[in-house]
């Protein structure tokens, strides 16, 4: 995995926790299985989110999508 990728993986786990929601909330907003967003969360699982669920996320949480990316950057791994 990348380092941008587990920059925005990490960005929506501290969203979820600040709004004190679930994984399974978060699968609703992406109208996507719970299952998918622990495999995110689990870094020895290459499920990763995509621009459609970074929109999804930014417009339910007012944001923009670039708020979920770094300002500079990542070293890739």
Same mark, same amino acid.
């Given at each position: 995995?990348?380092?941008?990728?587990?920059?925005?993986?990490d960005?929506?786990? @501290?969203?979820?926790?600040?709004? @004190?929601?679930?994984?399974?909330?978060?699968?609703?907003?992406?109208?996507v299985?719970?299952?998918?967003?622990?495999?995110?969360?689990?870094i020895?699982? %290459?499920?990763?989110?995509?621009?459609?669920?970074?929109?999804?996320?930014?417009?339910?949480?007012?944001?923009? %999508?670039?708020?979920?990316? %770094?300002? @500079? %950057?990542?070293?890739?791994?």
């Open positions: 995995m990348s380092a941008i990728e587990q920059y925005v993986i960005f929506v786990i @501290k969203l979820r926790h600040k709004h @004190k929601l679930r994984q399974e909330d978060i699968a609703i907003i992406l109208d299985d719970r299952t998918f967003i622990t495999n995110v969360e689990n020895e699982k %290459p499920a990763k989110y995509n621009l459609s669920h970074i929109d999804k996320l930014a417009d339910h949480f007012h944001l923009s %999508p670039k708020d979920f990316l %770094p300002d @500079k %950057p990542q070293n890739y791994i």
